[in-house]
């Protein structure tokens, strides 16, 4: 599923900004964007204000970010202050101003053939997954999902998969299931497998993911994250290894991946 | 209208190879990519005579005010350039310039061959910051391999040559001054300079490719340095670049001595790069 993005990256208005756990989720106003990007899309963000100048100079690139709603011409956006990208942009609050081109790359394909779809996810995967509830519960069918976070502090991210009904795990044990998203997504499928999985969370998370359905034969969509400059396919620095060999480039051939057409997700 | 090369163009502002695809670009924004192009030219990635895959991931290494890349030239070849990207590439309302890489005469000969009987291309670009299959060095850096190379293959070519010189030799102006004296029409430059990223735990090179090109704002001086170094040396026509990225920088360039200015980096931060520059360029233009 893709939607086309305006041509050129556009100059927005953050409408509200709020800390939601260890997450910051940024409103921003986008009366020019189309008003259905797909699951799983994404835009490249950078803030027009001092983007540049933090830590080791930088950032300088624009960075990606799927977005976590689209409603009535407001998109919203997750982040974790891990570097100075996400650092300048967890800093904002209304009434800032950010550059955003998208949406961009391919989003998620809904269920086909009677399976229900099974989102399995964490940490910062929380957006794409978030927005795909928000679709299949449009459709009726309100989705199951399985999150992994690191903590209790990081787990409060899970309040923004509104549309599905989630069960969580933390690696320390502070909230839910203490052990791994993957312990939860293996229950799930063993008490139904006509599922299609749906996937976004760090590369471990993802790659466990990818083997356990691979193991139980169940079709899985990875919405991929790789370092790029651009998100529109010009910089071909964002490529994944297939499994038939060569590579494709995760913004315009991906960022929802198949999970068969990997033989691993590449660990950054 | 500005004249380079015999080609007609609406504004000096074409994109440097490899730093914009048009054919992902559209399907990413749709035809209202053709409807307002942000370049007056559109100079294709590098084509090798072989299919290439490219280097292995991570490919990108943010570094200060810009980026190194080991993106290794990843193309279809030139069977799968002809056959795919050309009838995309053709469809674009700007001349095309094809950028072409070989490691021998021989290669970059049948690939010039080939580009120039086409009509959809308009000039010819050697991206000649490619090993010597024989010496091991850069072709790019040796003012005698470039002219050898240049001597081999302007016979071939009906079209606009342009070399693009690479940064990482010793005197830049000297291997311009061999292209101009075997025949080339033009020159471009910068290329990237040769860069290294650490991976910041590890203590090993961050790229899948070992060493990258440094681009972006951090290069800007160096371009302008080199491109003043070769028009004082050289009477060609010069597609300068490196770190643009606002019109005043353009204008930079152009008062060094550069015809037109490309633009590279700044397209990954803003995919109208092009036209906003042109635009600012413009109004700069007319202000003085």
Known sequence: MRTLAPLGRRRVLVSRGDDVGAYRVLQVADPQGPPLPAAGQFYMLATVARWGGGDDERPYLPRAFSFLSARRGKLSFMFEDVGPGTRRLAELDAGEELWLTGPLGAGFRTPHDGRRALLAGGGVGVPPLAALATVLSSHGTRPTAVLGFRDEHHAAGAVLLEDADATVATDDGSVGHHGLVTELLAAELARDAHAVVYSCGPPGMLEAVRALCAEHDVPAQLALEAGMACGFGACYGCVVPLREGGYVRVCVDGPVIDAARLDGVPAH | ?288
Not at chain 2, 27 to 32: I, L, N, P, S, Y
Not at chain 2, 75 to 101: C, F, H
Not at chain 2, 203 to 208: C, D, E, H, M
Not at chain 2, 236 to 264: C, E, F, K, N, R
Request: with cysteine; aromatic share 4%.
């Open chain 2, 1 to 288: 209208m500005i004249e380079f090369c015999g080609l007609q163009l609406q504004h000096p502002i074409v994109n440097g190879s490899g730093t914009f695809d048009a054919i992902a670009a559209r399907r990413a924004f749709g035809d209202a990519l053709l409807a307002d192009f942000p370049f007056s030219a559109f100079v294709s990635k590098t084509i090798t005579l072989q299919p290439r895959a490219g280097n292995p991931p991570p490919r990108l290494w943010e570094a200060q005010a810009g980026m190194i890349n080991s993106i290794g030239l990843p193309n279809r070849g030139l069977e799968g350039y002809l056959e795919y990207d050309l009838p995309q590439l053709a469809q674009l309302p700007v001349p095309l310039i094809t950028n072409v890489m070989g490691s021998s005469e021989d290669e970059v000969a049948r690939l010039v061959e080939a580009i120039d009987e086409r009509d959809e291309v308009a000039a010819i670009e050697l991206n000649v910051s490619c090993p010597n299959v024989r010496t091991g060095l850069d072709i790019g850096a040796d003012p005698r391999s470039l002219a050898a190379l240049v001597r081999a293959v302007r016979p071939l070519a009906r079209k606009p040559l342009i070399v693009k010189l690479t940064p990482n030799t010793a005197d830049v102006a000297a291997v311009a001054a061999a292209a101009e004296g075997e025949g080339a029409d033009a020159v471009s430059l910068i290329n990237t300079l040769r860069a290294t990223a650490l991976a910041p735990s590890a203590k090993r090179p961050w790229l899948g490719g070992g060493t990258g090109g440094l681009s972006g704002a951090a290069i800007r001086n160096v371009a302008l340095s080199q491109v003043a170094a070769v028009a004082g040396r050289i009477s060609l026509p010069i597609i300068g670049m490196g770190g643009i990225a606002s019109g005043t920088h353009a204008v930079d360039l152009i008062s060094v001595g550069a015809a037109l200015v490309a633009v590279g980096t700044e397209n990954f931060r803003d995919p109208c790069a092009g036209s906003r520059i042109a635009s600012e360029l413009k109004s700069l233009q007319i202000r003085h």
